[in-house]
Structures are given as structure tokens and as C-alpha cells.
């Protein structure tokens, strides 16, 4: 069997650090890999819509804007292929089908569901698109035959609902779906990046975030301000590590040698944490340091964007030929679903044959 991924990302916004450790590195690293043998990335602009129904420009500007990044980040559409979720119909018919093989009950306990209602506060006002859209998800992942689903510990209730669809399917009407499978960044810190405010959820709403498109002036500001260990007032002071968003981020972004290059009083992360803890070593200087170290981190990313910008044209041309190849696949897999449903009544000559013998009787 193919191993192929499936992965993307809703267009509401520039992508942020949190969407580059968390996903868009990984996606990198795995198509540079040579283990799969397709990679699918989506922009879900149609799942973006189901709370943003009364903004589409905000969906329309953004398309580009993640392209941009996914791009600038290493992505590369030679290797893998970037689509727009909305230019391929097939997706909203797949859906309306599983839609018949979930409960309402079950939507319901869906924990990303639920927490997603709550930060956006719709009350009693909860859009259908929105409230189903693990069912879309399922149908964005099966209807490339994806084996395999980079994503965040946050999303794991979503693949696992596809899972349940998946199982169900083929239960009922046969062998036809593929069974997809998670897989969770390597980094554990990875997993949830914080806002540098220290909240759990980067967000553009809350202003916490550190844009992959940022210029070295705003990361600097962004990191100076970050949040830290309250009670650590005095350089003297023992610090706590835990719950630190510096030291989060440090997790997530340093290396060894980093420390040769930046901080060469330190062999590695664990011995800076070490004098943290004890005391004698101030928030200030630690910030420095991880500011070098983002700022290596993002210096070709934005430099790479920068050339990509001057001709957005061809970008345009990228998605629509990934969109149009994607689009064959996820007609194939229409077909083959109708077929095992018993609805392709115009492909299915024994049933025209058989017809016309019952009624030759």
C-alpha cells in the first residue's frame, strides 16, 4: 500500500511559530524524507468558512498568505501538493454521505469540538458547518487515501472521529476506505506552543504570536516582552522552568549548538535551566539568547518569502495545478464510494442488465 499523507491548515491568517513546531517543520522534514509517496497539504478555506460565513475576504486574503509561508517554510509543490479545499467539490459530497454514519450524540463529545465552541462563543448560535466539520475532515482525509496524519495532540479527537467513519463505512458497504493513522510531533514541546503572554492558545486574536513573516525588529520586541516566572524579580532569585514561556520555547527551537554560537558559557539547555533554578542568572540575558536563536530560525524563512512575493501569480499557478491533480484523485475515490453504496446507477451495467431481465420475466 502507498503511504501517503494528508495535512493543512484553515486560511485565517499569516502562520505563526506555534504552526511551524507544531506541523509545518515535520511536514517539511517528511517530504524531504523519500518515505512517502504522496504528500497532500490543504489550505481548508471551505471548513475556514463555516465561522467566518460573514468575512470571506478575510478567507479570500488569506489563501495567499498561507501559501506564502508553506512555501517559504520549504514546502516545495515538486514534492508535494498544495490545493485549495473548495475547489474540489467531491470532498462536500463525501461528506453529505458520512454524514448518515455519525450521531449528533457523538459530534457532541468530540473534544476538540467542544473546545473550539467555547473559545469562540457561539452560545446556542452554533453553525452546522461548523458543528460538523470532523465529518469534512474525515472526507479531506479519505478522499486522498491518506495513511498518515501529521497533527497536534489538540487535533488527535478529529483523526479519531475519521477513524470511527472509516470503520463504520467499511463495515456496512465493504473494504473501501483507507484507515488513516496519527502522527504526533517528535518534540513534546512541541505538542501546544504557548503565546508569548504564557497563555495556552497562540492566537492572532489574543496578539500573542511570533509570525513566521515577522521582521527581526518585531520578533526582538515580541521576545523581550515574554511572559516568564512571576516570582523571579531578583537575578539572585531561584526561577521555575515550569510554566516559563522562554524556557517552552527554548525546548522547542535550541540546539547544543546554538549555545557555542550565542551563549558559549553553557554546554546545552539543561545547564542553563540548572542556574536558572538555583538562582544568579536573569530573564534578560535568557531572552537574548532565544531571540538569536528564533531569529537564525527565521532569517531564510522570511528571506525566502520576500523573493516568493515577487511574483504571487505564480503561486496562484501552484495551487491550481495541485488542486486540479487532487481533484482526479478525490473523484476516483466518489466513484469508488458510490459504487460500494450502491448508488453509481450509470457506471453499474449489471444493474441495468438485471433490470432488464426482471422485467423480460
Do not use: W
Not at 180 to 208: E, F, Q, V, Y
Not at 299 to 320: Q, S
Request: contains cysteine; negative net charge; proline residues 5%.
Amino acid at each position: 500500500m502507498s503511504k501517503i499523507i494528508l495535512t493543512g491548515d484553515r486560511p485565517t491568517g499569516k502562520l505563526h511559530i506555534g504552526h511551524y513546531v507544531g506541523s509545518l517543520k515535520r511536514r517539511v522534514e517528511l517530504q524531504n524524507s523519500g518515505e512517502f509517496d504522496k504528500i497532500y497539504i490543504m489550505i481548508a478555506d471551505a471548513q475556514a468558512l463555516t465561522d467566518n460565513a460573514d468575512n470571506p475576504e478575510k478567507v479570500r486574503d488569506n489563501i495567499i498568505e498561507v501559501a506564502l509561508d508553506y512555501m517559504s517554510a520549504g514546502l516545495d509543490p515538486s514534492k508535494s501538493t498544495l490545493l485549495i479545499q473548495s475547489t474540489i467539490p467531491e470532498l462536500t459530497e463525501l461528506t453529505f454521505y458520512y454524514a448518515n454514519l455519525v450521531t449528533t450524540a457523538r459530534l457532541e463529545r468530540n473534544p476538540t469540538i467542544k473546545s473550539e465552541l467555547q473559545m469562540r462563543g457561539f452560545g446556542s448560535s452554533i453553525p452546522v458547518g461548523f458543528y460538523t466539520y470532523p465529518i469534512s475532515q474525515a472526507a479531506d482525509i479519505t478522499a486522498f487515501k491518506a495513511t498518515t496524519v501529521p497533527t497536534g495532540e489538540d487535533q488527535m479527537p478529529m483523526v479519531e472521529q475519521t477513524q470511527e467513519i472509516v470503520q463504520r463505512f467499511n463495515f456496512i458497504y465493504g473494504e473501501t476506505l483507507v484507515m488513516p493513522h496519527i502522527l504526533l510531533p517528535t518534540n513534546s514541546a512541541c505538542l501546544r506552543l504557548p503565546g508569548t503572554d504564557g497563555k495556552a492558545k497562540m492566537s492572532k486574536s489574543l496578539g500573542n504570536c511570533i509570525y513566521l513573516s515577522d521582521e527581526p525588529d518585531d520578533i526582538k520586541k515580541k521576545v523581550m516582552s515574554m511572559f516568564t516566572d512571576p516570582d523571579h524579580l531578583k537575578i539572585e532569585d531561584p526561577g521555575k522552568i515550569e510554566g516559563n514561556t522562554v524556557f517552552t520555547y527554548l525546548d522547542a527551537f535550541c540546539t547544543d549548538e546554538h549555545f557555542g554560537r550565542y551563549l558559549p558559557d553553557y554546554n546545552n539547555l539543561d545547564e542553563l535551566k540548572d542556574h536558572y533554578k538555583r538562582g544568579g542568572l536573569g530573564d534578560v540575558k535568557v531572552k537574548k539568547f532565544l531571540n538569536n536563536v528564533i531569529q537564525e530560525e527565521l532569517e531564510p524563512i522570511r528571506n525566502r518569502r520576500h523573493e516568493l512575493e515577487k511574483d504571487i501569480p505564480y503561486i496562484y499557478d501552484v495551487l491550481k495545478k495541485g488542486s486540479e491533480a487532487a481533484r482526479e484523485v478525490a473523484a476516483q475515490t466518489l466513484s469508488e464510494v458510490k459504487a460500494s453504496m450502491k448508488i453509481n446507477y450509470f457506471d453499474d451495467p449489471e444493474l441495468i442488465k438485471a433490470g432488464q431481465a426482471k422485467y423480460n420475466n
